[in-house]
């Protein structure tokens, strides 16, 4: 079964989850939330490395999603998730740093003079030399660059997707993915880059 398909069946799943908690399914709700958080806290690490501060955002997330799960509708689970986290940390910064609030979503997402980002795909998938070379390569990238791949590689979206949830337009995307890839390529021998190719394909 290739990727797409894959991603079909784990949306179809998880729809089947949002309905069920939808009509009051708590325990549908923390098998959705369980089966997202890994996901959510290793993408949230190309925003910030305070992994406090990720576990209370993904907390408040999907507090609010249940509070309001009558009149929310999903069609692609992760993706909402996705951009619900994302909205949610870049709120956080703004509160954090009230001389940036009037910078838009993107604007925002693009400072890297009062956060570190050193992105961190939970170490516990680290668990061998290669994918460890893998990561340390992305954890190179700048932040954005990271994002897109993060999303693009590791969750399966389509540009179009990728577009929509980081609020900037398709040619953006293929353009970070073009700069990530060959920055990438340029870090590693030939045959190691295959390599990050076909482990970024898994």
């Given at each position: 079964?290739?990727?797409?398909?894959?991603?079909?069946?784990?949306?179809?799943?998880?729809?089947n989850?949002?309905?069920?908690?939808?009509?009051?399914?708590?325990?549908?709700?923390?098998?959705?939330?369980?089966?997202?958080?890994?996901?959510?806290?290793?993408?949230?690490?190309?925003?910030?490395?305070?992994?406090?501060?990720?576990?209370?955002?993904?907390?408040?997330?999907?507090?609010?999603?249940?509070?309001?799960?009558?009149?929310?509708?999903?069609?692609?689970?992760?993706?909402?998730?996705?951009?619900?986290?994302?909205?949610?940390?870049?709120?956080?910064?703004?509160?954090?740093?009230?001389?940036?609030?009037?910078?838009?979503s993107?604007?925002?997402?693009d400072?890297?003079?009062?956060?570190?980002?050193?992105?961190?795909?939970?170490?516990s998938?680290?668990?061998?030399?290669?994918?460890?070379?893998?990561?340390?390569?992305?954890?190179?990238?700048?932040?954005?660059?990271?994002?897109?791949?993060?999303?693009?590689?590791?969750?399966?979206?389509?540009?179009?997707?990728?577009?929509?949830?980081?609020?900037?337009?398709?040619?953006?995307?293929?353009?970070?993915?073009?700069k990530?890839?060959?920055?990438?390529?340029?870090?590693?021998?030939?045959?190691?880059?295959?390599?990050?190719?076909?482990?970024?394909s898994?």
């Amino acid at each position: 079964m290739d990727q797409r398909h894959r991603l079909i069946e784990e949306n179809e799943y998880l729809l089947n989850l949002w309905h069920r908690a939808k009509d009051g399914d708590k325990a549908a709700f923390c098998q959705l939330a369980e089966r997202q958080y890994r996901s959510l806290f290793a993408y949230a690490t190309n925003f910030t490395e305070d992994r406090d501060f990720i576990k209370d955002s993904i907390q408040e997330i999907f507090i609010r999603i249940w509070e309001k799960r009558a009149t929310t509708t999903i069609q692609y689970v992760s993706i909402y998730l996705f951009k619900s986290l994302r909205n949610q940390l870049l709120q956080e910064f703004r509160r954090s740093k009230p001389e940036q609030s009037s910078l838009n979503s993107l604007e925002v997402s693009d400072l890297s003079d009062w956060q570190t980002i050193e992105t961190e795909i939970e170490q516990s998938e680290a668990d061998s030399e290669s994918q460890y070379k893998v990561r340390q390569a992305i954890n190179t990238l700048p932040k954005r660059q990271q994002e897109v791949v993060f999303l693009k590689f590791y969750n399966g979206l389509e540009n179009d997707q990728i577009a929509a949830l980081m609020e900037i337009n398709r040619q953006s995307v293929a353009n970070l993915l073009y700069k990530a890839l060959g920055a990438l390529k340029s870090q590693m021998v030939f045959h190691q880059f295959w390599l990050l190719m076909g482990l970024l394909s898994l």
